[in-house]
């Protein structure tokens, strides 16, 4: 913990003024990597060669990219990570 919190810090002199918003609680760090929590989402079985990702849609979403599945493998979206693969269903 102690490491993350080195790697995190800005190195401010005690008096520098921009200190005063940790005087009166402990800086507080978010675990939650983005790059963590999107790998934790399985990637997305699709069928067709290509999908569009939106990233939820509407005001919370990304600009709409389509993306190929041709070659194996899942790929995922530029603007948000979340994958696709394409499934070979017969």
């Excluded at 005087?23 to 790059?35: D, E, F, L, R, Y």
């Amino acid at each position: 913990m102690r490491e993350l919190l080195d790697r995190l810090e800005a190195k401010w002199d005690s008096d520098d003024y921009r200190m005063v918003r940790f005087t009166n609680a402990p800086k507080q760090v978010n675990h939650s990597w983005a790059a963590n929590l999107i790998a934790s989402v399985p990637p997305k079985q699709v069928t067709k060669r290509v999908v569009w990702c939106d990233g939820g849609s509407g005001p919370e979403g990304h600009p709409r990219v389509y993306i190929n599945l041709d070659k194996p493998g899942d790929h995922s979206c530029g603007y948000c990570g979340l994958r696709f693969e394409k499934t070979n269903n017969h």
